[in-house]
Structure formats: structure tokens, C-alpha cells
């Protein structure tokens, strides 16, 4: 990496900070925001040179900047085109630390479960079978259109969705679905005291979910899975061995256990623990170990009965960060079964 | 990492290099596998001279892991992980990979061959750099051993070791010791009274120094591993005081309480509601039938409190819980007899003179219920014609497709006794004869001379719907009789159903209980079928008798006494090796969400409430891993079979495959 | 690819006391069977996380075989049974991802059963040829028009610097 290098800040002027968004909706820069007034120490502390979502600002500045010219980049948003692609490259080049900031960024989280279609079967669905698209014409996104000023380009857009470090080397993680207010300020009181973890690292804890969880456990014996519409769960017991898939056992912690705590099963969004390769692997094996089954009828109508959707269930936020490369299903269909 | 690893391919002769390039296999390695340093193929590997060269390669290259291709590690870990002991490598830091089962004897072809074998000996480098030196521990021999099941095989176990100077408890379920062997009358093929047999070691293992008796007790729970087991026996309450008692048997006969015995007497006979099973029961303390006393039903007589002469009655005796410390186990708890309703076409439970074979033998039995007269179920009639059936439950696709073993030569024995002691016509319908052991064979050819009739075919039907005048009042046979290629209907007076032997009903439970597996029947799996028959895949748990499988009384006792030599071979060496492979828990990072909790059959994972993590207690823990992959947070780690070194060795094992790092970029 | 000459990597995970030893008695008994099943060995079939599986998918193996000692007869008690409701929940999601369900395999095998394993190798490769490469690890990579695209973009911008400046 060229990044580290060209580290240069001036004397007297405030050390610079980017947040930029690639493949993500928005909520990661509601939690930074979430932060309330601190939102103002921050502003105290850091130049804002780069946050499409909240303030004007050119590519061509950041362009302009010297490489390793920003200190930090809050990088949040999986990638999917060319231009996030462009921008990652430009912002890990500019960057002396980058973050990738958030789920998607972090491991993909929703705009990575495209990877269970390819862009054509995207395209289909969004330009084509959708019940309110009305396109006899079968028109289709062109990446470059003539007009008399010249030709427009629209980013390309890829078959694959990547997270930021399958893209460009990454130096923290911050995870969560968005990463939660409280965190984020712990993770800028670190930046701005230079007192950072080896790189590479989750800034996390190194527990999960079921450790801040206060509900009662057992010994676990699933026999058959519940979604959450079928039952209204005892408050107290713990939700997996009410049927319930809690994804709680294998997700880092670091929001609190706000899901179980309101009743609702974790859904995984803080990704997996440390050294952990792969969330949607040891999440199956874990819960399967626990089916209370011994033949393959019985343990197949109870996983096809209670997980009818198996890849949204463990990989709802880790699919593109998965081992589970892009899905092998033909255009068109729809993986039913 | 700067390991240097050293890499040994051996050509085993031809075994090897017939079908693997072993030279360019060496040669391959050392030019293209990270960290190897010294890379070499030798003819013999496991020779003394292969060894030396190992050893001569750590001490003087320096060598920090070693990866040997040769045979299964089956064969010869322990031959090179001594070698690396000798040279002062921790014996861990090896790694065999397998080329010659899995690859030069099973591949036609050499090139592919060659490719296989460069795979897993890329794989083993990859995964070697990973291994870490493991100490193995080594924890004393406690001397005493149990034995659970005081029928034949139990019993000879017992006396070998007590004979030989050893603490033995002895656990039998029921109120005496002798098992099923007490209940026959002869014994096949030389027709030994089973008694005067049997009686004589019972009374030994009674009176035995080094011999603590626990019958009437059932097993608890059995924890801890090899060298010290902790057990928990329940003495269910006699309701009679063991030291008291003097074996007078005043209370037996004064009882006014008579029902039907269904065990001993296989409900052919009746005994007290105080009673032994039998007259030479050891003990000869008597059990109280809560369930058929006069007192516990209506609380009235206490007939045998008044007449005890020594005050041992006592009505308020409870279960009592033992904890045993043994050191090895013997599992001997028999059989239990296929219940023959089962087959309702055979009328058992139905037809009054159909018989199942223990039936038979207390019939017989001079001692039984009817002093040994084969009578009909009326008392009086004496048989004109007997019919045995063979194979009920067993070789059988609906039942039990194993084969009894035992029942061909029981059903001769049988009909010898039939001859002996009555007029009548004795016929056998089997499917083949097997008599395949010392002295069978030839007891068969007495029963012909005899004039039992055979008849070869599976009988499908006993009816007592008779077509034929001289069917009035029989049960016939219906059978097809494959000799002479036609349908036969036999009428007979009494039918002897030979049930096939079952493994107790229990049996699976009490495996769990011990840690061992049973096979898909439920009898007790051994090591190994031929090599290791009487230990099991638990060690310090051992097999004896018919929970192995069908035997017959002298392979019960040969295999009695063979899991004792075991087991004192064990005491006299004093001292076990426990393997290191085994799982650990970070406890800092577990944050007790008790997945694991329910998965270890040797229940060595233990809940800390108070802690809320989770813990391994290392001494009960056997290695198999499967903990550490269902820890959704991967807190748990398996010694020598790490994520990190398994991970390492698909990453070998697919080098030819795997796409440079920018092409494939993996998960975090 | 060319269907006829591929000859898939198939990963085996097999488990030390019953199906290790049944392809070591493959060997003894010199069952000759295909070659292209690479064996990794585990204590237990119960070892066997799914991560296991996919990371050899995912690296570019095109089938995976897990082999254990039969249902009851598990050199650990039951550790098979939890390999198997592992396997079935793994099958489910693969399925899901369009991944075939003859390439991932489970087989029990005794330690007698060498013909059985090496007739369970021949009928996996047989089967996994059938349905041809994986390609997963392929299928990851984005062709040319990737590149082609990025270095549009770098171009433009250069373009539009120029103008401004």
C-alpha cells in the first residue's frame, strides 16, 4: 500500500476525516449522528473533507489531495460498481487509516444476499418482472450515452457484490447494522488518542450477543424451529430454545442484546466473532448440532419446515463476506424448494 | 512463521514407488512447498536406518516439524513419533500422511497417483507449521474393578480378578447372582447339570474376600475415565437387613402372599411375596415385593417381621446410593429372550402348549415347577409329540436378521431331554443346522441316532384349526419342508418356540451411561471385531457375554475371563496414558450460551452458572471434536486438530487448484 | 472445459476410526478406486464444521465427501448424528445457492467396509464429472469489463480535471 507513507498533516490544521457511502442506505450516517452533541467534538477535532450524505463535496478535491492526505475514512457501504470501486481505491490511497464502517462495508450485509442472482437476473427482475414496471421496450441501464454534448457514463454494474476489504486493504472494522452510536464515539475517542488496536482488528467486543443477553439458558434441544409470527416468546428463557433462530450465539456483541431484549431473535447484524471465518457455517453448525433428531426424514422436515430460507437466515448479513462464493442458480429461478 | 520442515517420502519397496513417483514427489516438495528445508524418499522409511535418518536431520538441519508419506498412520505414527522423541522433537510436531493405502495400492495410474500423493504431502506441510507440541499425561490405575452383571460371564470375570488379588464389586439388578444359567436344567453339549456347575462359583463369589456382592442394585451413573471411574449404584431396598439376615428362609415359608414368578420361573411357577429367586440364590437374604406384600398393599399380616428370629425384616428400608471408585469396568448384562407375541401366527400367549424356551427349561429343570416333568400346561398329560421351532426372532428380516448362535444346539439339548424323559416324537424344524464348535456337531449326530426328526423349513403357521380327524385336539405345524419340496402339516401336542437372544432393552442406555456404542441390534460395540474383542472404544470399559452379541455359555466364560486378563494387565501396569488431543474452552471469550453443553457423550462439558461460561473437564474429554465446531463463537479448540491446522490442510490439499491470493480473496 | 477429460478435486473429510480405516482397508485389499478424493483426516465425522466444506468449495474443489462410522456404531457414541444434522442443514443452504446436492456427500463406512467407501469415491467422482467443474471460485471473478470500466473512470476524470484546471 502507497497510503501509509504520504502521511502528512501540517502544522496547526485539524487532522482530516472522509465518510463516504458505497453500496449502503444511509442508516450507518443516522448512527454517526446518533452520537448527538458529541457530533460537535468531533467537528472540533477532525476537517470533514468528504461526507456525500450530509454535505456537498467533489471527487476532484479528494482527487487532488496528496495520498495518505485524510487521517481517517469512515468507509461504509459494500461494493457493487465501478465508481464504489474507484472511489474505495481513491479514498484507501488517500487514507492513512481506513474503516470499514458498518455491516455492508464490513462483510455486505444486505446488498450482498445480490450475490444470490447474477446483474442479469437483477436486471430482469428490477427492469422487467416487477408488477409496476411497464417496459415492452425492454430497455436496460447503458453505461455510456451519446448526446450532443458528448457522451454521459453510468458506473458498471457488477455480477458480484464485494465488501470493501475483498476490495482494497483494510485497516479496522466496525461492525453492526449500523454500528451503534456509542460505539462509534468509543472508536473516535481511539482514533483521536491514537490509541489503536493492531490492525486488521474488530472493534468489538470478543463475546456475543448471549453475554449481555439476560435471558435464562439451558441445555438446547431444538425440535422444531419456530419464525417469529407463530409464537409469542416466554420473555424470560432463552429465544433458541423456544424455536425461535436466534442468531445471538454466534454474533459479536456490541449493541446490548437489543433485539432479545424486546423479544425479537438477534438476526446477526454485528457479524461474527473473532476468528471465525465463516458466520453462516458455524451459526448452522452450532443450531444443527442442536436439532433433536437422529434420522434424515426427521432432521429435513425440521430444518425445511422452520428455515424455509436458509441463506437470508445465516447469511442475511455476511453472504458476500462468506465462503459461499456467488450463487450457482440459473437465471430466473427463484431457489425455492 | 520460519518453521523448517523436514519431508520423508517413502518408496516401501515397490509397495509405494510402484505406483508413485516418489523421487519427484520428494524432489517436488522440497523445491515447492514453503518452509521445507530438507526434502528426501528412502526404500524403507519404518527401518531402523529411515528412522536414524530423521533423527540425523532434526539434530543436524535443525529440522522444527516433520512430515512423513508413507503408510497409514495406523500403522507407523508411533514408529516415527518415536524417532522424533529420540531426537528431542516433541513426538506432536510430526505429521504422517497416507500414500500407500489411500494412493499407490488403490490407483491404477502413476501420474495420477503422483498428483494425489503430492497433494497430501503439500497438505501435510501446510498443516504441520500449524501442530504444537502436546505433553500426554499419565494417571494412576485405581485397582478395584466393577463388574456389572452377575451371570456367567460377570461371575468368571469376577473370580479371575478376586483370584488374582483384586477388589471386585460385583452389580447384579436382580436379587441373586447366576443369571440366565440358573434357570436350565442341562447344559449342551455334554449335558452337565447347569447347577452343579454354576452353584459352586456363585457361592465363591459370595463368600470371596476380595468380592463386594450388590445385588438387587442398578447402575446410577458412571463419570470420570480410565484409571478412575466414579460410579453411583442404587441398592433398591431388600427391605430385609442384609447383615441381619441369616438366609433362614422362615419368612419365605410362612408368607401367606404367593404369586406368579414371571423371571425365574418364567411365569410357569409361583414364589412369595418375600422371597429368593431360587434355592441357592447368593445371597440367600430374601427381597420383599413391595408390590405384592400384604403389608404395602393393605397394611396388614407382617407375618415374616414376627417370625424373623433375628429382627432383619425391615419395612422401612429405603434405596440406598453407593459411590464406587474403580478403575476398569466390565460390562457383562446379558441377554433378554425375544418376546414371542411378537409372532402372532405362532399363537404364543394364544395356544396354551406353545412354549418359548426358557418355559422349556424351567420345565425340564428338576428344581422347577414341575420337579421336571414335560407336561402339558394342564399338569398331568404327558406329550406324545413335541414340535421345536427355530429361528423366532432371529434370521428373520421383520425381527432380528442376526442369527441366535445358541438356540440349534438348545434345541437338541431339548429334544434329548424330550427322549429321556418321555415317549414322544420330537421334531425340529430348522433352517440350517449350526454346530460349529467343540463337541456339536457330534451331539447332533447323537440326536439323530436318537430319532429326533428334522425337518428343514420355516415354519409358517401353528394353528389348532384342524382339518383332519387325526388333527382334532393338536396344534399343527404348518411349515414347508424344503428337503422334500412340499407343504407338511405336523400335528403335534407342544410347541417349543426358540426365541432369538436380544440385548437387554436397556442397553443402549446403559452404554450412554458408560460411554460406549452399541450396534444397530443394541448389543455392545467391541474395539474390534476380531482383534479386540472384549474392549471397547472407551477405555477402561470392557464387554463380556451375550451383551457382545449371541454366545453360548463357554465363549461367555472364555471372554469373562479374557476382559479380566484385560483389566489386570491395566491394574498390574498401574498407570494410563491419557492422550492430549483433546478440546479446550476459552473462558474469557465463552460467553455461555450452552450449545455445547448437551453435545459430549462423556459428558465432560460442565455449565458454571455462577461464571455463566462453559468448561471442559479435560480428564473425561476424549478428543472427537465435535464440540469444537458446533461453538458458534469459536471459543473451543481442539488440541492437534485446530481450525487453523485443518484449515491449513485443505488449503494443501487443493495447491493444484487454488487461484493466486488477488483472484480469490477469502472472508475476513 | 472440456466434460470428458475433467477430472474433479474432491476433498474427503474422513473420520480416524472407521472410514480412515476403511479406505486403509480399500488399500489392503487393493480395491482399486478414482483417485481424485484427497483425504483429510478428523478424529470425528462430529469435527467436520460446515466452514470445512465451503472453504474447499470455495477454494475450488468441486466436491466434498464426509465420511463417519455408521449411526450407532460412532467410535465417540452419537458424534455422527450431529454430523448429520449438520450435513442436512448444510445440503439445505447449498441448495439455496444453487450449489448441486450430488457434489457434498455424506457416507457412513465401517472400518470392514473398504469396498463400500471405494464403490462411495467412484460413485461421488462419477457423479460430481457428471455435473462438470464447480467453478465457484471462478464465478467469483468479474471478467474484463471490470478493469475496462475502472480505468473509463480514471480516464474521464483525468479528462475532466484537465478542462477545469
Known amino acids: 500500500m502507497s497510503s501509509a507513507s504520504g502521511a502528512a498533516t501540517a502544522a496547526g490544521t485539524k487532522p482530516k476525516l472522509a465518510i463516504y457511502w458505497a453500496a449502503s442506505c444511509g442508516g450507518c450516517e443516522i448512527s454517526i449522528l446518533g452520537i448527538d452533541t458529541k457530533i460537535l467534538d468531533v467537528a472540533a477535532a477532525f476537517e470533514l473533507v468528504m461526507c456525500p450524505c450530509i454535505m456537498d463535496g467533489k471527487v476532484r478535491d479528494i482527487e487532488q489531495l496528496e495520498d495518505g492526505a485524510i487521517a481517517v475514512c469512515l468507509f461504509n457501504g459494500s461494493i457493487r460498481n465501478s465508481e464504489q470501486e474507484y472511489m474505495a481505491q481513491l479514498l484507501r490511497r488517500k487514507s492513512k487509516v481506513l474503516v470499514a464502517f458498518g455491516s455492508c462495508a464490513h462483510e455486505g450485509c444486505i446488498p450482498g444476499l445480490a450475490n444470490l442472482h447474477d446483474k442479469q437476473a437483477i436486471f430482469e427482475n428490477s427492469y422487467q418482472e416487477t408488477e409496476s414496471t411497464e417496459n415492452p421496450q425492454r430497455v436496460r441501464p447503458q453505461t455510456a450515452t451519446t448526446v450532443p454534448e458528448g457522451t454521459l457514463h453510468l458506473p458498471v454494474f457488477y455480477d458480484t457484490v464485494r465488501t470493501l476489504d475483498q476490495t482494497v486493504d483494510v485497516d479496522y472494522y466496525l461492525p453492526g447494522c449500523p454500528p451503534e452510536s456509542p460505539k462509534i464515539w468509543e472508536a473516535i475517542q481511539a482514533i483521536v488518542a491514537g490509541n489503536l488496536p493492531p490492525k486488521g482488528t474488530v472493534i468489538g467486543s470478543d463475546t456475543t450477543v448471549c453475554d449481555d443477553c439476560k435471558r435464562i439458558r439451558n441445555v438446547k434441544k431444538v425440535k422444531q424451529f419456530k419464525r417469529t409470527w407463530e409464537i409469542i416468546p416466554d420473555p424470560e428463557i432463552c429465544l433458541l430454545e423456544q424455536g425461535l433462530l436466534c442468531c445471538g450465539i454466534a454474533t459479536r456483541a456490541g449493541c446490548g442484546a437489543l433485539c432479545p431484549q424486546v423479544n425479537s431473535p438477534c438476526i446477526g447484524c454485528y457479524g461474527p466473532n473473532n476468528d471465525v471465518h465463516d458466520f453462516g457455517a458455524r451459526l448452522m453448525s452450532a443450531v444443527a448440532s442442536v436439532i433433536d433428531a437422529d434420522n434424515p426424514k426427521d432432521i429435513n422436515a425440521i430444518i425445511s419446515q422452520g428455515i424455509p430460507d436458509p441463506v437470508g437466515t445465516f447469511y442475511r448479513f455476511g453472504l458476500a463476506g462468506s465462503l459461499l462464493r456467488r450463487s450457482k442458480r440459473p437465471a430466473g429461478s427463484d431457489g425455492g424448494h | ?668 | 472445459m472440456s466434460q470428458t477429460n475433467f477430472e474433479p478435486k474432491i476433498v474427503g473429510f474422513l473420520c480416524n476410526w472407521c472410514s480412515y480405516r476403511a479406505a486403509d482397508l480399500a488399500g489392503i485389499a487393493r480395491i482399486t478406486h478414482a483417485p481424485n478424493v484427497r483425504i483429510v483426516r478428523v478424529m470425528c465425522s462430529g469435527r467436520v464444521d460446515p466452514t470445512f466444506v465451503l472453504k474447499a468449495l470455495s477454494l475450488g474443489a468441486d466436491g466434498v465427501m464426509i465420511a463417519g462410522c455408521h449411526p450407532g456404531e460412532c467410535h465417540y457414541v452419537d458424534q455422527n448424528y450431529k454430523a448429520m444434522r449438520r450435513y442436512h442443514l448444510l445440503k439445505h443452504t447449498l441448495h439455496a445457492m444453487g450449489v448441486e446436492p450430488d457434489r457434498v456427500r455424506l457416507v457412513w463406512a465401517s472400518a470392514a467396509e473398504g469396498q463400500q467407501l471405494a464403490e462411495a469415491i467412484d460413485g461421488l467422482v462419477a457423479d460430481v464429472k457428471k455435473l462438470g467443474p464447480l467453478g465457484w471460485s471462478q464465478n467469483w471473478e468479474e471478467n474484463g469489463e471490470r478493469l475496462h470500466a475502472l480505468e473509463e473512470i480514471i480516464n474521464e476524470h483525468a479528462e475532466a480535471m484537465e478542462v477545469h484546471a
Not at chain 2, 126 to 151: C, H
Not at chain 2, 533 to 553: N, R, Y
Open chain 2, 1 to 668: 512463521m520460519a518453521e523448517k520442515v523436514g519431508v520423508y517420502v517413502c518408496h516401501c519397496g515397490s509397495n509405494i514407488a510402484g505406483k508413485v513417483n516418489v523421487e519427484e514427489v520428494a524432489k517436488w516438495a522440497g523445491e515447492n512447498l514453503q518452509d521445507v528445508a530438507v526434502s528426501r524418499d528412502y526404500k524403507f522409511m519404518c527401518s531402523s536406518l529411515g528412522q536414524k535418518m530423521i533423527e540425523d536431520d532434526i539434530r543436524g538441519e535443525g529440522l522444527t516439524r516433520v512430515v512423513v508419506a508413507a503408510c497409514s498412520p495406523h500403522l507407523h505414527e508411533k514408529t516415527f513419533r518415536r524417532a522424533c522423541t529420540n531426537a528431542g522433537l516433541n513426538p506432536y510436531l510430526l505429521d504422517m500422511t497416507n500414500i500407500r493405502e489411500h494412493c499407490s495400492w488403490v490407483h491404477r495410474d502413476m501420474d495420477s497417483a503422483t498428483l494425489k500423493a503430492k497433494s497430501l504431502v503439500s497438505a501435510a506441510v501446510s498443516r504441520v507449521k500449524f501442530q504444537e507440541p502436546l505433553e500426554p499425561t499419565y494417571v494412576d490405575v485405581n485397582p478395584a474393578t466393577l463388574v456389572i452383571g452377575g451371570g456367567i460371564a460377570g461371575l468368571q470375570a469376577t473370580l479371575e480378578l478376586a483370584d488374582a488379588g483384586y477388589h471386585v464389586y460385583l452389580v447384579e439388578r436382580s436379587p441373586s447372582i447366576g443369571g440366565h444359567m440358573a434357570q436350565f436344567d442341562k447344559t449342551f453339549p455334554t449335558l452337565d447339570c447347569s447347577a452343579c456347575i454354576l452353584t459352586p462359583k456363585m457361592s465363591e463369589a459370595g463368600q470371596h474376600e476380595n468380592v463386594t456382592l450388590l445385588t438387587y442394585s442398578e447402575i446410577e451413573s458412571v463419570k470420570g475415565s480410565v484409571g478412575n471411574f466414579e460410579v453411583k449404584v442404587r441398592k433398591k431396598a431388600r427391605r430385609v437387613d442384609y447383615d441381619a439376615c441369616t438366609g433362614c428362609g422362615i419368612c419365605i415359608e410362612k408368607c401367606p402372599r404367593k404369586v406368579v414368578d414371571t423371571e425365574f420361573e418364567a411365569g410357569l411357577g409361583f414364589r412369595k411375596a418375600i422371597y429368593t429367586p431360587f434355592p441357592q440364590a447368593v445371597p440367600r437374604v430374601p427381597v420383599i415385593d413391595a408390590d405384592s406384600c400384604i403389608w404395602f398393599q393393605r397394611q396388614k399380616c407382617r407375618a415374616c417381621e414376627k417370625l424373623c428370629p433375628t429382627d432383619a425384616i425391615k419395612f422401612d428400608q429405603e434405596d440406598e446410593t453407593l459411590t464406587l471408585n474403580v478403575g476398569n469396568i466390565i460390562l457383562a448384562t446379558g441377554w433378554k429372550p425375544f418376546e414371542c407375541r411378537d409372532i402372532p401366527q405362532y399363537g404364543y400367549g394364544r395356544l396354551a402348549n406353545v412354549y418359548t424356551s426358557l418355559e422349556f427349561e424351567r420345565l425340564c429343570n428338576a428344581a422347577g415347577p414341575t420337579n421336571g416333568k414335560i407336561v402339558l400346561r394342564d399338569g398331568k398329560t404327558e406329550p406324545q409329540s413335541v414340535a421345536i421351532i427355530h429361528c423366532v426372532g432371529s434370521r428373520d428380516v421383520r425381527h432380528n436378521e442376526y442369527c441366535s448362535g445358541i438356540c440349534c444346539m438348545a434345541s437338541l439339548k431339548f429334544g434329548h431331554l424330550v427322549l429321556e424323559k418321555t415317549k414322544a416324537n420330537v421334531y425340529s424344524f430348522y433352517i440350517d443346522m449350526r454346530t460349529n464348535q467343540k463337541g456339536y456337531e457330534e451331539f447332533y449326530q447323537r440326536l439323530l441316532e436318537e430319532g429326533m426328526h428334522f425337518v428343514r423349513g420355516k415354519v409358517s403357521e401353528i394353528t389348532d384349526a384342524a382339518r383332519m380327524p387325526n388333527e382334532q385336539g393338536k396344534l399343527i405345524i404348518q411349515c414347508e419342508d424344503t428337503l422334500m419340496g412340499r407343504q407338511r402339516r405336523i400335528p403335534v401336542d407342544m410347541v417349543v418356540l426358540m426365541g432369538a437372544l436380544e440385548p437387554q432393552s436397556d442397553a443402549k442406555e446403559m452404554g450412554l451411561k458408560c460411554g460406549i456404542s452399541c450396534s444397530m441390534q443394541g448389543f455392545f460395540t467391541e474395539r474390534h471385531p476380531k482383534l479386540d474383542p472384549v474392549a471397547t472404544m472407551t477405555d477402561g470399559i470392557f464387554v463380556a457375554g451375550a451383551c457382545q452379541g449371541p454366545k453360548d455359555i463357554p465363549a461367555s466364560v472364555a471372554q469373562g475371563a479374557a476382559a479380566a486378563a484385560r483389566v489386570q494387565g491395566m491394574i498390574t501396569k498401574g498407570k494410563v496414558m491419557v492422550e492430549p488431543v483433546v478440546a479446550k474452552i476459552n473462558e474469557e471469550a465463552c460467553s455461555g450460551c450452552r450449545i455445547c453443553n448437551n453435545i459430549c457423550p462423556y459428558n465432560a462439558i460442565e455449565y458454571d452458572a455462577e461464571r455463566g461460561v462453559s468448561h471442559i473437564i479435560t480428564a473425561l474429554c476424549k478428543g472427537c471434536g465435535t464440540c469444537v465446531s458446533a461453538c458458534p463463537a469459536s471459543v473451543i479448540s481442539g488440541a492437534h486438530f485446530s481450525d487453523q491446522q485443518i484449515d491449513a490442510e485443505i488449503e494443501g490439499v487443493l495447491w493444484d487448484v487454488i487461484r493466486p491470493k488477488s483472484a480469490v480473496v477469502s472472508a475476513n
